[in-house]
């Protein structure tokens, strides 16, 4: 992946920044949910005026891509606001609908009731993305990352900025799930033994 996307970042983390947050409708959600699947994650806030809608829009293409072909169950694709002031449910909400995002594979979270105003700005930090006040407006200045979470938890990968090619994520899901699947076939060593495996 390094000599074909100058974006790409492995990181191959044993694990991925944990969280605990809600989906609009109040449910709580957690990273380790999707621990079956490969997670896109990405940080946005609503009123960002330039590349949030940006980045979600080139989500939103890279998931309707995933989802046209065989890959659709085994890929979730999340969005943490790091606005939860502002972005009350009913904006999150109308998120997927303005950016085309598709809700069967696709969630939006923000912070639970007991939980601080900057609690997602610090799990961001904790994926290595800073979201930084403004003093004289609501803005927030950040770069774009696309965060990978590997099967299992494990932290794979960042794709940097807006200039990476879709496909290339693509292709790099498709080998963490490859991977996993090959996993999960290897025989045991019961198993070589026994000729369970013939």
């Not at 449910?27 to 960002?48: M, Q, T, W």
């Not at 005026?49 to 980045?55: F, I, N, Q, R």
């Amino acid at each position: 992946m390094f000599e074909m996307e100058p974006y790409f970042q492995a990181i191959d983390a044993a694990q991925a920044p944990s969280f605990e947050l809600q989906d609009p409708e109040g449910n709580p959600v957690r990273l380790s949910d999707f621990g079956d699947k490969v997670v896109i994650l990405h940080f946005i806030y609503a009123n960002c005026p330039d590349v949030c809608p940006l980045h979600s829009q080139k989500i939103a293409a890279i998931q309707a891509s995933i989802n046209d072909g065989s890959m659709k169950d085994l890929v979730q694709f999340i969005s943490i606001t790091t606005d939860p002031v502002n972005d009350t449910p009913d904006v999150l909400r109308d998120y997927a609908d303005r950016h085309g995002l598709d809700p069967s594979n696709w969630v939006i979270l923000t912070t639970q009731p007991d939980q601080s105003d900057d609690a997602t700005r610090l799990l961001a930090r904790d994926y290595g993305l800073e979201f930084t006040m403004t003093a004289d407006s609501d803005m927030m200045m950040h770069g774009a990352v696309t965060h990978v979470v590997d099967i299992g938890g494990r932290f794979a990968a960042k794709f940097h900025g807006m200039n990476f090619k879709n496909v290339n994520l693509i292709l790099y899901v498709s080998e963490l799930i490859n991977n996993a699947q090959h996993r999960r076939r290897e025989p045991s060593l019961w198993d070589r033994l026994t000729g369970v495996s013939q």
